[in-house]
């Protein structure tokens, strides 16, 4: 039967401001899904969303597991003969959908705009700002002598750790709201049949972590021109793995030495050579290197077929902050220097807070989103 269909222009308009302005290029040719290394079989990427992005269906895009199935390498859109960007369009389709299937939404469109960063840093900065005048006011000033301390300023027992320990709850309760509107969106198109007996979600999601979020597989798959782009991606993964363990095991260590004090064995600021200190320090060398060819590569994009915009710029920039502000915090307290040490690790605070208060509307919401779509085409039997 025919089927009327209601383009949603103002969702077009939406989408070319986030990054998929050269759309209307799209003539249909199918190159992009034809070149695309890692796109399915069935009902491949990205020609069907070139399509329904010019035709203005809205709901049919962002209820579309397969946006979240592009690894955003880029050779769609080099091979694309219309300059039609369509990596762009994806990657502008999910910045939308973090939007969409998040709480508090207005948090997205302050990541997707140069002038509400002002809004993004202020918010941390005077969390951390109050906590720093209220302890210098109690100490007497705002440098104390003597050791460099960190805890001084900012004591993990009153500050540090329930402000980030609220933060990181908030963080997972609004990552699992998202989870959950993600997959609510994701439907089956037509009949499903799975021959022999079909995995569960729950072993999907193992196989995922296990087979592609642990390997970084997709990336390679996508080239092997790309394999630069693997190693990056899997540095700074697994910095941030190695430096989650340093904060986890200083935290049992710490809170459960009240209750058994035997456990209580990490006190900061650990000794250059203690085995922890040294995990943190090759996580932090693992995500500055990592950073740097990421960086290169974004820089080395041509403009003409793959456009980097200020959402992209945006979690690149932060994180470079995070990794050198922690960097120089330790250089600057090893070398006594406590005016400039105090102020670092100041920053080094906002940064931190800024990455994981706003980790679900930003880019790095995928490694949450895309395991969980990864999941859902491995359980329909897709790949």
């Given amino acids: 039967m025919a089927q009327r269909i209601e383009p949603d222009l103002q969702f077009v308009k939406e989408l070319q401001a986030v990054g998929g302005d050269s759309l209307k290029k799209c003539y249909q040719c199918a190159t992009c899904s034809v070149a ?6 069935s ?3 990205p020609r069907k969303e070139m399509v329904w992005a010019s035709w203005g269906l809205k709901d049919k895009l962002l209820n579309n597991p397969d946006i979240w199935l592009c690894h955003n390498c880029g050779t769609c859109s080099d091979m694309c003969p219309r300059g039609a960007k369509p990596g762009d369009l994806l990657a502008a389709l999910r910045n939308m959908a973090y939007q969409r299937i998040n709480p508090l939404p207005v948090i997205g469109k302050w990541l997707s705009s140069p002038k509400y960063l002002i809004n993004l840093i202020a918010i941390p900065a005077i969390i951390w700002a109050v906590v720093w005048f209220i302890r210098a006011g109690q100490i007497g000033s705002f440098f104390p002598e003597g050791e460099i301390v960190y805890g001084k300023l900012f004591p993990g027992d009153f500050t540090i750790d329930p402000i980030f320990m609220i933060t990181f ?7 699992f709201k998202g989870a959950k509107n993600l997959l609510a969106t994701f439907k089956p198109e037509g009949e499903v049949l799975v021959l022999g007996k079909q995995k569960s979600m729950f072993r999907c999601f193992i196989d995922v972590l296990v087979e592609e979020v642990a390997t970084h597989k997709k990336f390679k798959d996508c080239g092997d021109d790309k394999s630069d782009r693997k190693t990056g991606h899997l540095l700074v993964f ?4 190695a430096l989650m363990v340093v904060t986890g095991l200083i935290a049992v260590s710490h809170w459960g030495g009240k209750l058994i004090p035997m456990i209580d064995l990490l006190h900061t600021p650990l000794n250059l050579l203690n085995p922890v200190k040294i995990l943190a320090n090759l996580g932090a060398i693992a995500l500055i290197v990592g950073m740097a060819i990421l960086t290169n590569n974004r820089r080395g994009k041509d403009p003409e077929k793959t456009k980097s915009n200020y959402y992209d710029w945006y979690l690149l920039n932060v994180i470079w902050a995070v990794a050198l502000t922690g960097v120089l915090s330790e250089l600057f307290r090893l070398a006594a220097i406590p005016q400039i ?3 670092v690790y100041y920053v080094h605070l906002v940064t ?7 980790l679900p509307w930003s880019k790095l919401g995928h490694i949450v989103y895309r395991t969980i779509a990864l999941t859902y085409v491995r359980h329909m039997g897709r790949q």
């Fill in 36 to 41: 695309c290394p890692i796109s399915p079989a």
């Fill in 43 to 45: 009902n491949p990427y």
């Fill in 169 to 175: 709850f908030g963080m997972v309760g609004i990552f």
């Fill in 238 to 241: 697994y910095a941030f793995l």
């Fill in 341 to 343: 040490a105090y102020s």
């Fill in 352 to 358: 931190v807070w800024m990455l994981f208060a706003y």
